[in-house]
């Protein structure tokens, strides 16, 4: 009976979200880096444009008379010139004092020469980036500080990382797409090495219990072994028990036998009537008993060379013939007839022991259930196909399918010594050779028992 594993979700599933979930989350980080760094390059430019039309009207401020003048260049606007017109502000300061540009443009105060001051502000409810810097002018009688603070507004600005971010976005979905699509194609390599283990075990025949020996992945290495090591105590297992009931069918069929022979020889020597009924009985009995033991031990025998085949290239025709000949001297004794019949040759690679011995199972199931004075057919095909056939009560159709288990016998067996393994054995046997039992009845009446290889 096979008992269906409690499932706690898909191993797949899983791996495939943990890696979608990492490719995510390295997609959002790719998004905020890229942006962070192409806005502190832009700003970076912008601020360097701003230092480069300070440092032009700096160095247009002069001292004459004592007074100063600033003619402020027209490259140190035209310079700040960008495709989304942005606004540009301006106020100049000598020594602290106001003097021309935007008043409520306020500078950083206490620059010293050279020094730079860049901040972010809001000039008549625009956000801009402003610039201050000073230098100290000295004349013949006098020295000035002039201070000049530069404000632009950034919608060039921020248009160009409204851009970057629509591409940082389009690479981060790029980049999410290709890796959750190699996280579906990782996924199933990986998984894929277990299905193949999967494989390897559903393949396997009942009593294939060898260990594993293909290479796998170092991470399924422990369950190997596991796999291994559990198919090994099964094998050995499975060993003793066959190895316990061939022992065990060898030492009660031998005493039986003696047993036998003693009870036939006071059948002969006994009178009265209900002694002599009693010891037909009891040799009856251990007929039946010996039956039991005789197919025991040749179930033990299939079930341990079902698994590694002595395959031999053979004539079936020859090697049912053979055993024909050794059965005839019962089938006589019953008043029966064997009749071999079919191809006249039919070569076959396979183990003739078995094939021979579930034959035999066949054969004597059909000596029991046939009437006297009838024939019991034996037909020998290419396909390979070999059929045995009685005129006897056939199978009743709801016992057809239960027929070929262990220790299962129809209703019609009532009073017939048999112990319900001939039919499993030969159902093994067909098993180990790829092939299959069929269990039908002839239409003119009585079974029909077809191996096919």
Not at 418 to 439: E, N, P
Request: charged content about 25%; proline content about 4%; aromatic content about 6%.
């Amino acid at each position: 009976m096979t008992t269906n594993p409690t499932v706690s979700g898909s191993l797949r599933n899983r791996l495939v979200l943990a890696l979608i979930g990492g490719a995510a989350v390295l997609a959002i980080l790719l998004f905020f880096t890229v942006r962070n760094y192409a806005a502190q390059v832009a700003q970076q430019g912008q601020d360097n444009i701003l230092e480069a039309s300070v440092t032009s009207i700096l160095d247009a401020a002069a001292l004459r008379d004592g007074a100063l003048e600033v003619d402020i260049p027209y490259a140190a606007f035209s310079m700040l010139s960008t495709p989304s017109d942005d606004r540009v502000f301006y106020a100049i300061f000598q020594d602290g004092e106001f003097l021309s540009g935007y008043e409520d443009l306020r500078f950083a105060g206490g620059l010293g020469e050279s020094d730079w001051s860049f901040k972010t502000g809001e000039v008549r409810e625009e956000l801009i980036r402003q610039v201050s810097a000073s230098r100290t002018l000295v004349g013949l009688d006098r020295q000035t500080e002039v201070e000049v603070v530069l404000g632009q507004t950034q919608d060039a600005l921020s248009e160009t990382l409204d851009q970057i971010s629509r591409n940082a976005a389009f690479l981060g979905l790029g980049f999410f797409l290709l890796t959750a699509a190699l996280s579906f194609w990782i996924t199933s390599t990986t998984i894929g090495q277990l299905n193949k283990l999967t494989t390897s075990v559903t393949r396997r025949g009942p009593q294939d219990l060898s260990p594993f020996k293909k290479p796998v992945p170092r991470e399924m290495a422990p369950l190997v072994m596991s796999l291994n090591s559990l198919m090994g105590r099964l094998d050995q297992s499975l060993s003793q028990s066959e190895d316990f009931i061939a022992e065990a069918a060898h030492r009660v069929r031998t005493p039986l036998a003696t047993v036998r022979s003693y009870a036939e020889a006071t059948l002969h020597r006994v009178e009265r009537k209900e002694n002599r009924e009693a010891l037909r009985a009891m040799v009856r009995a251990i007929d039946e008993s010996s039956r039991a033991a005789g197919q025991l031990l040749d179930h033990a025998m299939i079930t341990s060379r079902a698994d590694r085949l002595e395959r031999e290239n053979v004539d079936l025709v020859e090697l049912i013939q053979e055993l024909v000949q050794r059965l005839t001297p019962i089938a006589e004794m019953k008043e029966l007839s064997l009749c071999l019949t079919g191809d006249k040759s039919v070569p076959y690679s396979g183990d003739p022991i078995l094939i021979q011995n579930a034959v035999r199972n066949m054969i004597d199931n059909a000596l029991k259930y046939a009437p006297a004075d009838s024939i019991v057919e034996i037909e020998v095909t290419a396909k390979p196909e070999i059929k045995v056939s009685d005129t006897g009560p056939g199978f009743l159709p709801c016992e057809v399918d239960r027929l070929t288990r262990r220790f299962e016998r129809g209703e019609n067996a009532v009073g017939t010594i048999g112990s319900g393994l001939g039919l499993t054995i030969a159902k093994d046997v067909a098993t180990a050779h790829g092939g299959i039992l069929v269990l039908s009845n002839r239409p003119k009446g009585g079974a029909c028992v077809t191996l096919s290889l």
